[in-house]
């Protein structure tokens, strides 16, 4: 099932949509067991910032991924979803588990994904998967509806402040915070953003959870450029796209120059 007329219409005009099509509760119950050992797997990563958490190999982020996940990426209602969105040839190119424990959660400034990211022409539709129920009470994701449309990315500055999830924060100037959107989801039920969406989220003092996955996809029309963007933290965490692995999981290459050798070997 693709995204229905109006839905798809939301995620133009607006950046996002939450389509119809949720997991249902015992799928959702194995996600969380993964989600837990993912967590206990990598007890020295923050669970708001585990990268590569679909590739079930050490990376060079330092993180132990699991290989649910990345079956779950290819889950073919989900990618029905991604091709309304990006069109039918799709990329997957990374997935993160954004998880704020009750009590300790920490925020994520707004901004836009493009500005950390080495994909040209900047293209890409996230799905947010929530694994918990994810409401204003425990800081779920926020969004400015609109912000993408001009495709600008915006300037960013690094925010030094401590305990924030990411470290690039979009400039005060380019933020109307009065029109933001709270996108609350039960577990199971997911969100779709742009590339160029301005988003984030607050901190979780609430006793209860909050994790979310985002699994990126993008139409291999554009290009993974590994090499412009050189390995550092200044992310917030570890980040090296160098051995970054992809997979087209539908249609063909249209770029002809992405490589789908590096990062599985
Ligand atoms: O999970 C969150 O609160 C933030 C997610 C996010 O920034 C993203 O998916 O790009």
Redesign the pocket.
């Known amino acids: 099932m693709p995204l229905s007329a109006r839905e798809k219409s939301h995620y133009q005009t607006n950046g996002y949509v939450v389509p119809d099509f949720q997991l249902p509760a015992d799928q959702v119950a194995s996600l969380r067991d993964t989600v837990d050992s993912l967590i206990a797997s990598n007890p020295d990563v923050r669970p708001e910032q585990l990268v590569n958490a679909h590739i079930a190999k050490p990376t060079a982020e330092g993180v132990q991924g699991a290989a649910e996940l990345l079956e779950l990426a290819k889950h073919p209602q989900i990618l029905d979803l991604v091709e309304s969105a990006i069109g039918p040839d799709i990329i997957l190119w990374g997935c993160?588990l954004?998880c704020k424990p009750a009590g300790d959660g920490m925020e994520?400034p707004w901004?836009q994904?493009g500005q950390y990211w080495p994909i040209r022409p900047l293209a890409t539709c996230?799905v947010?998967i929530a694994i918990d129920d994810s409401l204003v009470s425990n800081?779920c994701?926020r969004v400015l509806p609109g912000s993408h449309c001009d495709e600008t990315l915006y300037s960013h500055y690094t925010d030094d402040r401590e305990r924030l999830?990411?470290k690039q924060a979009i400039e005060p100037q380019h933020l109307d915070e009065d029109k933001f959107a709270d996108i609350e989801l039960q577990a199971g039920q997911m969100s779709l953003h742009d590339v160029y969406l301005v988003?984030?989220?607050n901190v979780n003092t609430s006793v209860n959870r909050r994790a979310?996955l985002?699994i990126r996809y993008m139409p291999a029309s554009s290009v993974f450029e590994r090499d412009i963007i050189q390995p550092s933290d200044k992310s917030g965490y570890k980040i090296d796209f160098s051995k970054r692995p992809l997979w087209l999981l539908r249609g063909e290459d249209r770029s002809g120059r992405n490589n789908f050798s590096v990062g599985h070997e």
Do not use: I, K, M, P
Request: net charge negative; proline share 0%; charged share 5%.
């Open positions: 993160q954004f994520v901004h994904d996230t947010w800081g994701l999830t990411l988003h984030g989220s979310g985002a």
